[in-house]
């Protein structure tokens, strides 16, 4: 019972701390807190597949229609603690939808497997602020601000639809997105094997409260799977380049317009 006293005591010691395990022992290695500014990451399917390397067999399941999240990330480099647990019970209420919203599109790799990994490496640097402190409550949280950014909603309204022909403009995906998402943000894209400019991801900046506008220098994308991008690790889109929003194909995920 030693160690799971020793980690309760250095969780509720107060920001100053954080843990990592090594052989059964706790180390203290960074402040608890030690970030301001807090990344939401929204991630597009119809994009993700054909960025995907094809040794890694991406499935989109028939349910999965919408921007789908890529995860909260603190901005803070380095994981928080390895030695906070999460288990299926802890998601066992929010799976139906989590599964829906926040789904890992990679075979080789299981929706909870997906989950753990972005709760260790960031769900725990964020359970320093209220309303993320435990498993559950970030996920909670996490889909609280999805449904908020319906950056979806916000693209369909303006006329931006996915299409293998039509193009857009950096300047037409700004101005659906900045009324919903502020003006500290980043519209990302990656470049296919034609070379396209695709629209893959939007990456929000927030304050601890979750408000807009916090600007601080991110930490680098995570290096999971689900940024094993052939080309990149996605780049902001260009402003003078045409964009395209390729739809998503169940059939052919790596190669939607092919």
């Known amino acids: 019972m030693a160690a799971p006293l020793l980690l309760v005591a250095i969780l509720l010691s107060g920001p100053a701390l954080t843990c990592q395990c090594t052989n059964d022992l706790f180390q203290i290695e960074k402040p608890f807190c030690g970030w301001e500014c807090i990344t939401f990451a929204l991630m597009w399917p119809?994009?993700?597949?054909?960025?995907?390397?094809?040794?890694?067999?991406?499935?989109?399941?028939?349910y999965i229609q919408s921007w789908t999240i890529h995860g909260l990330w603190p901005m803070?480099?380095?994981t928080c603690c390895r030695c906070w647990p999460i288990f299926p019970s802890d998601l066992e209420e929010l799976?139906?939808?989590i599964s829906h919203l926040w789904p890992t599109l990679l075979k080789t790799t299981s929706n909870f497997t997906f989950w753990k990994n972005e709760w260790i490496k960031h769900?725990?640097?964020?359970?320093c602020v209220e309303g993320m402190n435990s498993p559950t409550r970030y996920f909670q949280r996490t889909l609280?601000?999805?449904?908020?950014?319906d950056i979806d909603r916000a693209l369909m309204d303006a006329g931006i639809k996915?299409?293998?022909n039509k193009t857009y403009q950096f300047e037409d995906l700004h101005?659906?997105?900045?009324?919903?998402?502020g003006d500290k943000y980043e519209i990302q894209c990656l470049k296919d094997d034609e070379g396209r400019e695709l629209l893959i991801q939007v990456k929000i900046s927030l304050f601890r409260n979750f408000t807009l506008g916090c600007h601080k220098t991110p930490q680098a994308e995570p290096t999971d799977a689900r940024t094993a991008w052939k080309s990149s690790e996605g780049h902001p889109c260009p402003k003078d380049t045409p964009v395209f929003y390729f739809p998503i194909s169940y059939e052919h995920p790596h190669d939607p317009c092919d």
């Open 46 to 62: 119809g994009a993700f597949c054909v960025g995907l390397k094809k040794s890694l067999e991406c499935n989109i399941p028939q």
């Open 76 to 78: 803070y480099q380095g």
């Open 95 to 97: 799976e139906p939808e």
């Open 123 to 127: 769900g725990s640097c964020a359970a």
């Open 144 to 149: 609280k601000l999805r449904g908020h950014f």
């Open 162 to 164: 996915p299409s293998c």
């Open 175 to 181: 101005s659906a997105l900045a009324p919903i998402i």
